[in-house]
């Protein structure tokens, strides 16, 4: 049996030399093409460990989301005989929320912002003038919008069920589910609010104000921001007030008994700077009172200078 040893001729003393079948030899090019192969196998594996970490704002997925206005009335309260009161429905927005695994030691910040866009906020009092809470910047147009965020949690509207933290690295994509609340419920004297009398003279409320919304995603670390969703809304108000009559007839709610439906845009809007910083529209915002006759007059100044 041939076992690969070669058999010494007669008369040759040497020891038998035992010599393993080596592999068979590869063209030199096939060893070039492995190496290459190789190569571009490892860099491979580099560039998409790279990919994966350039790609999580790529893929952040918005799952659903939703925004509605309640389809109720404002309510009047005109419990008290110094303000009239009223509570406007509230606008909501909720969205589900796909982040996926975190390779880095960062931390992102999902969440909603909130600015507004215009703002008509008028109380009239008959012949004598009417208040008016204003945003001086923004009804100057020297910004588009004011943020409206709760004015700690900046730019945010809030840090409780309005945002979700993720803190990396992550193994595994996780799901979550923010959502936010808006409503007006603010207070109106019945008297002139730079009178001394008390002697009801409000006639009519006038509201009208927008809003743009946003879902954003966030890396504190790198400080990248990425929007997902924009929404737009807007409240309409209208009270007419008989100031003669009994205290709880005076008001009554004019157009519009229901509030236009919330838009979710199919195209995103980018973000002002204004809307990310202070001041806040209620820090901005001053109440203005102006006669018929005379000057106008500041009631109220903004909090924030």
Known sequence: MDIGLERPDEGDLRLPVCRP????????????????VLVLWAMGCIQSISCKAKGIRESISVVEVKASIDPVPTNIDESSSVVLRYRTPHFRASAQVLMPP??????????????????????????????????????????????????????????????????????????????????????????????????????????????????????????????????????????????????????KLREPS???QPQVLNKNEPIPTSALVKPNANDAQVLMWRPTDGPPLVVIPPKYR
């Open 102 to 251: 975190i390779l880095k030691k960062e931390t992102w910040i999902v969440g909603w912002i909130q600015a507004c866009n215009h703002m008509e906020f008028y109380n009239y009092y008959g012949e004598y003038g009417m208040s008016s809470w204003e945003l001086p910047d923004l009804l100057e147009g020297k910004i588009q919008a004011i943020s409206d965020s709760d004015g700690v949690n900046y730019p945010w509207y809030g840090n409780t069920t309005e945002t979700c933290t993720i803190v990396g690295p992550t193994k595994k994509e996780a799901k979550f589910n923010i959502s936010m609340n808006d409503n007006f419920y603010p207070s109106v004297t019945w008297a002139v609010p730079v009178s001394e009398s008390s002697v009801a003279k409000l006639t009519h409320i006038h509201r009208d104000q927008s809003f743009t919304t946003w879902l954003v995603a966030t890396n504190t670390t790198t400080s990248e921001m990425v929007t997902l969703q924009t929404i737009k809304w807007r409240m309409q108000l209208g009270i007419e007030v008989t100031p003669c009559k009994p205290l709880g007839q005076r008001a």
């Open 21 to 36: 079948r080596s592999m068979p030899a590869l063209p030199q090019d096939c060893w070039s093409v492995l190496g290459i």
């Open 258 to 260: 229901a509030q236009e």
